[in-house]
């Protein structure tokens, strides 16, 4: 069993910037797949970053040149609309089923952490 534990959220006004980072309960995942997402009140967890065990990364269009990922932390400049409820995730490798943004198709996740921006 994986466990992932993330930290680093709190409130920050816009412009400002949090480092969130997962903590990996198991050195043997270093060859999974590592996701972010959010949730806001009201909608759908989406997808907001993905690195891979080569350390090829991808992003959201909503976080593109804002957000940078490395495999255990995640560093960003926040606008108000990113407020939400931040998730680390991860998947051992094997075929996509709906893709990367999909959050069904990870096996782990955290419990989550808060992150406020205020304008």
């Known amino acids: 069993q994986v466990q992932l534990v993330e930290s680093g959220g709190g409130s920050v006004q816009a412009g400002g910037s949090l480092r969130l980072s997962c903590a990996v309960s198991r050195a043997t995942v270093s060859n999974y797949c590592m996701g972010w997402f959010r949730q806001a009140p009201g909608k759908e967890r989406e997808g907001v970053a993905t690195?891979?065990?080569?350390?090829i990364t991808n992003y959201a269009n909503s976080v593109k040149d804002r957000f940078t990922i490395s495999r255990d932390n995640a560093k960003n400049n926040l606008k108000a609309e990113d407020t939400a409820m931040y998730y680390c995730?991860?998947?051992?490798?094997?075929?996509?089923?709906?893709?990367?943004?999909?959050?069904?198709?990870?096996?782990?996740w955290g419990q989550g952490t808060q992150v406020t921006v205020s304008s």
């Open positions: 995730a991860s998947r051992p490798p094997r075929a996509w089923i709906r893709g990367r943004w999909s959050p069904d198709d990870y096996d782990y």
């Open positions: 690195i891979n065990s080569d350390g």
